[in-house]
């Protein structure tokens, strides 16, 4: 399906393209921790509800 996306983009259509849901699904492979038990790293874009003191 790709290889109709770049021709039709290269012969100046304006293409939208979406991929179907179960594919979509399978790309997620979740998180991978790379820190030891206790402890994680915690994206700012995430957030956290936590009141603790080095934050505050």
């Given at each position: 399906?790709?290889?109709?996306?770049?021709?039709?983009?290269?012969?100046?259509?304006?293409?939208t393209a979406c991929a179907e849901p179960e594919r979509q699904s399978q790309a997620w492979t979740?998180?991978?921790?790379?820190?030891?038990?206790?402890?994680?790293?915690?994206?700012?874009?995430?957030?956290?509800?936590?009141?603790?003191?080095?934050?505050?």
């Open positions: 399906e790709i290889d109709k996306i770049i021709e039709a983009i290269q012969s100046g259509q304006r293409v979740g998180r991978i921790l790379t820190t030891p038990p206790g402890m994680a790293y915690l994206r700012i874009a995430d957030g956290c509800d936590n009141r603790c003191s080095y934050c505050a």
